[in-house]
């Protein structure tokens, strides 16, 4: 089945709770974003991701839904949300859903019934018996809970969540789930959206609930973990829905290798059009993300060489509302923000595949600066925060783990100008917004002409209109100790991407000495056989006759 997304379509995720507040209450709402959309626009997106909408009691910052069919009221409405998917198309813009799937909210109408005794909705849902008193099985859960909790009053009746204990797995197991998500998928369509982003889409299908091989990470991930069954849901909903409608849908993949990668998204298996995978965010931990280390550049270009090669289409990323900010991890951030942001730039809009950038990027944000764990939201943090004091772990460490990798680091509010609230917001904002906002900030950058949001738009603008960028092959060149080169070629078109991931001044490596003519250089065009401190440069080479 064919690719959905066009070629050089460049996709922005707006986290909505952070992007813009029009009302005052410190959240984000959906006008914000309408309000929003010429700077969307100005930088050359073409279509639009939005993080959960929907009604939701916000355990997981909506990604607990309890109607899927109904817009968050702190949000808007649907009246909104419909202007919205106008106002965008009328620029070009497409709108793109995220679809959680694998779980509801407890406090969804489904949840409810079964909770009420009806048989019909607790299929829908996967609820067991313990076993001599003990728990149904030896499973993990992502949010270092545990993943069964007390169905109701029951005394021995369980249902699963493998993420926070409101968040309730679906029965993939039950047609009546695929068929209510069809129906669901097919109401925003109607509504003019053009593509889903599906939340942990390779885990939804359980093929059974066996004990699991003790494991440190997610015990009984053999028996969730991108099954034939996921395979067989995402074909149908593939035929079924997306085709009819022409829409795409990328999914997140959570411990897939490039194998499992490819039987979701090898365009002839009709399944996914792209993935998110998670390898090169992993770059800089020991085991789990908690422990992290110093960022090792070279592990990164390995990572992404492997991936751009094995797959014939990816959905590049660096940063989204989950991942700590892609340049905070650079050692030299300090004086090289901007630098390093524009470099992100280049190699992000210069790889093979989608790219993705989230809200913010486009003016080199940076993690959170939380002094403390009352500063963070984040559920995820305050498990793992707990679950590390259990273990004994010192406070001063504790904190530092999640001072480095909440999530919360990159959920901060979209900075908009140096006012007070950043331009977000004239109220208290949900989450500290960072201090550097009165530097880092969408007015100040729009100002600079040599700045960090005019490269982004330089780049973006290329990556849509050089063929050799947007549909060109990918060979990678070099994979040094801070420097990454990779070529691009369409039709005899080569175009050299070369980024210098470091915050050292190095010589350009001897193998591009051949390296044809500079398109452009992060640092204007005077460039020299110096890479300057996280410079990115593209070459053209002559094109074949
Ligand atoms: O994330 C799934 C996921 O596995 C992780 O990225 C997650 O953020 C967590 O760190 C696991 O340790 C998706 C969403 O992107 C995330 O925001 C949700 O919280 C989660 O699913 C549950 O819906």
């Given at each position: 089945m064919p690719l959905n997304v066009p070629k050089n379509a460049v996709i922005y995720q707006i986290y909505p709770r952070s992007y813009r507040d029009t009302d005052g209450d410190g959240l984000g709402d959906i006008r914000g974003i309408i309000e929003s959309l010429d700077h969307?626009?100005?930088?050359?997106?073409?279509?639009?991701?939005?993080?959960?909408?929907?009604?939701?009691?916000?355990?997981?910052?909506?990604?607990?839904?309890?109607?899927?069919?109904?817009?968050?009221?702190?949000?808007?409405?649907?009246?909104?949300?419909?202007?919205?998917?106008?106002?965008?198309?009328?620029?070009?813009?497409?709108?793109?859903?995220?679809?959680?799937?694998?779980?509801?909210?407890?406090?969804?109408?489904?949840?409810?019934?079964?909770?009420?005794?009806?048989?019909?909705?607790?299929?829908?849902?996967?609820?067991?018996?313990?076993?001599?008193?003990?728990?149904?099985?030896?499973?993990?859960?992502?949010?270092?809970?545990?993943?069964?909790?007390?169905?109701?009053?029951?005394?021995?009746?369980?249902?699963?969540?493998?993420?926070?204990?409101?968040?309730?797995?679906?029965?993939?197991?039950?047609?009546?789930?695929?068929?209510?998500?069809?129906?669901i998928m097919r109401f925003w369509l109607d509504r003019g959206v053009v593509g889903f982003r599906c939340d942990v889409i390779n885990i939804i299908y359980k093929s059974s609930l066996e004990n699991g091989k003790k494991r440190l990470v997610l015990t009984g991930q053999e028996h969730f973990m991108s099954q034939e069954g996921c395979h067989r849901i995402l074909q149908e909903l593939r035929r079924e829905v997306l085709e009819p409608y022409g829409a795409f849908a990328v999914g997140e993949t959570v411990f897939v290798d490039v194998k499992k990668g490819k039987d979701l998204c090898d365009a002839s298996r009709g399944e996914l059009d792209m993935i998110f995978y998670f390898e090169h965010m992993e770059c800089d931990q020991v085991f789990v993300k908690w422990f992290k280390t110093r960022l090792n550049p070279r592990k990164v270009m390995k990572t992404l060489t492997k991936w751009q090669t094995a797959l014939e289409w990816n959905a590049c990323y660096f940063e989204n509302h989950d991942q700590p900010r892609f340049i905070s991890r650079f050692p030299d951030l300090k004086n090289y923000r901007a630098e390093a942001s524009r470099m992100m730039a280049g190699l992000l809009m210069t790889l093979k595949g989608t790219p993705f950038v989230f809200e913010g990027q486009e003016i080199g944000m940076v993690?959170?600066?939380?002094?403390?764990?009352?500063?963070?939201?984040?559920?995820?943090?305050?498990?793992?925060?707990?679950?590390?004091?259990?273990?004994?772990?010192?406070?001063?460490?504790?904190?530092?783990m999640i001072q480095r990798t909440s999530r919360d680091n990159a959920?901060?509010?979209?900075?908009?100008?140096?006012?007070?609230?950043?331009?977000?917001?004239?109220?208290?904002?949900?989450?500290?917004?960072?201090?550097?906002?009165?530097?880092?900030?969408?007015?100040?950058?729009?100002?600079?002409?040599?700045?960090?949001?005019?490269?982004?738009?330089?780049?973006?603008?290329?990556?849509?209109?050089?063929?050799?960028?947007?549909?060109?092959?990918?060979?990678?060149?070099?994979?040094?100790?801070?420097?990454?080169?990779?070529?691009?070629?369409?039709?005899?078109?080569?175009?050299?991407?070369?980024?210098?991931?470091?915050?050292?001044?190095?010589?350009?490596?001897?193998?591009?000495?051949?390296?044809?003519?500079?398109?452009?250089?992060?640092?204007?065009k005077c460039a020299s056989d110096k890479l300057m401190p996280f410079e990115f440069r593209l070459y053209l080479c002559e094109e074949e006759k």
């Open positions: 969307i626009a100005s930088l050359g997106i073409t279509h639009i991701w939005l993080s959960p909408v929907y009604k939701s009691p916000d355990d997981d910052n909506g990604y607990d839904i309890a109607d899927y069919k109904s817009i968050q009221p702190a949000f808007g409405t649907m009246e909104d949300f419909d202007e919205l998917v106008r106002e965008a198309k009328a620029r070009g813009i497409g709108i793109v859903m995220d679809l959680v799937i694998n779980h509801t909210s407890d406090e969804h109408e489904w949840f409810k019934r079964a909770l009420a005794g009806e048989e019909k909705y607790r299929n829908y849902y996967i609820i067991r018996k313990g076993k001599d008193k003990k728990l149904p099985n030896n499973w993990g859960n992502f949010f270092a809970e545990c993943p069964w909790a007390r169905f109701g009053d029951s005394e021995d009746e369980y249902y699963l969540h493998l993420f926070s204990k409101k968040q309730p797995d679906l029965n993939w197991n039950n047609p009546e789930v695929m068929e209510e998500v069809k129906d993690n959170g600066d939380f002094k403390d764990l009352s500063e963070v939201e984040d559920i995820e943090s305050h498990n793992i925060y707990a679950m590390a004091k259990s273990l004994g772990i010192p406070k001063r460490i504790r904190w530092k959920r901060t509010p979209m900075q908009w100008s140096a006012e007070e609230g950043a331009g977000f917001t004239s109220g208290k904002p949900w989450l500290k917004i960072n201090e550097n906002y009165k530097e880092v900030n969408v007015a100040a950058e729009s100002a600079r002409e040599d700045g960090v949001l005019a490269f982004w738009k330089k780049m973006i603008e290329m990556r849509k209109t050089d063929k050799a960028l947007s549909l060109g092959d990918f060979n990678a060149i070099y994979e040094g100790k801070r420097v990454y080169a990779f070529e691009r070629n369409f039709e005899g078109r080569r175009l050299i991407s070369v980024s210098n991931m470091s915050g050292k001044a190095v010589k350009l490596p001897k193998i591009l000495e051949d390296r044809g003519s500079l398109v452009i250089s992060s640092y204007g």
